[in-house]
T-cell receptor, first 111, second 113 residues
Framework: QQQVKQSPQSLIVQKGGISIINCAYE??????FPWYQQFPGKGPALLIA?????SEKKEGRFTISFNKSAKQFSLHIMDSQPGDSATYFC??????????FGAGTRLTVKP | NAGVMQNPRHLVRRRGQEARLRCSPMKGHSHVYWYRQLPEEGLKFMVY????????ESGMPKERFSAEFPKEGPSILRIQQVVRGDSAAYFCASSPQTYNEQFFGPGTRLTVL
């Protein structure tokens, strides 16, 4: 079963715009929510992560917003750049390291 | 500090042959995970191992696939009697003992002819 649902499947944003990717999870035992960035032909790279004790985490242009009651979290990329064009995966895991990934969002930032 | 290493990076096999994929975790990491990624799709969990133990293999096909993480040496994902549907990118990730952060290797791209 799909434990983490991610949307949209693809996203096109103009340079300088805000990219927003959403994820929802089902398992309330999940307590760690990372985002990964993957370029073609490469492995996923950890971008930013959050735990449910905070509602927001910001690192540079990347922000995670977390809504525990709704079991949803999102990635915001501010001032999106063409170099941000990649596939982004959200994920969720619990105490036993059982990480489950969303299906991915292909982001294209147009110059 | 070297990252997660996988080899080979590319592997071509004919139907019915065996494929062996290797993964060396980051130094100090004792947890290894294998994922499969089909073209234009997400990462599908296959198996989670610690040294000499399989912790969770709920994502592994019941036949032809096996994994191990011996006391010494890399983790091995073994696919016997490969079929064309096994063609995919296989990624290994590792994590430290007490954290959830998983760090991925560059992947092995398996092509079955």
């Amino acid at each position: 079963q799909q434990q983490v649902k991610q949307s949209p499947q693809s996203l096109i944003v103009q340079k300088g715009g805000i990219s927003i990717i959403n994820c929802a999870y089902e398992n309330t035992a999940f307590d760690y929510f990372p985002w990964y960035q993957q370029f073609p032909g490469k492995g996923p790279a950890l971008l930013i992560a959050i735990r449910p004790d905070v509602s927001e985490k910001k690192e540079g242009r990347f922000t995670i917003s977390f809504n525990k009651s709704a079991k949803q979290f999102s990635l915001h990329i501010m001032d999106s750049q063409p170099g941000d064009s990649a596939t982004y995966f959200c994920a969720a895991s619990g105490n036993n390291n059982d990480m489950r990934f969303g299906a991915g969002t292909r982001l294209t930032v147009k110059p | 500090n070297a990252g997660v290493m996988q080899n080979p990076r590319h592997l071509v096999r004919r139907r019915g042959q065996e494929a062996r994929l290797r993964c060396s975790p980051m130094k100090g990491h004792s947890h290894v995970y294998w994922y499969r990624q089909l073209p234009e799709e997400g990462l599908k969990f296959m198996v989670y191992l610690q040294k000499e133990n399989i912790i969770d293999e709920s994502g592994m096909p019941k036949e032809r696939f096996s994994a191990e993480f011996p006391k010494e040496g890399p983790s091995i994902l073994r696919i016997q009697q490969v079929v064309r549907g096994d063609s995919a990118a296989y990624f290994c990730a590792s994590s430290p003992q007490t954290y959830n952060e998983q760090f991925f290797g560059p992947g092995t791209r398996l092509t079955v002819l």
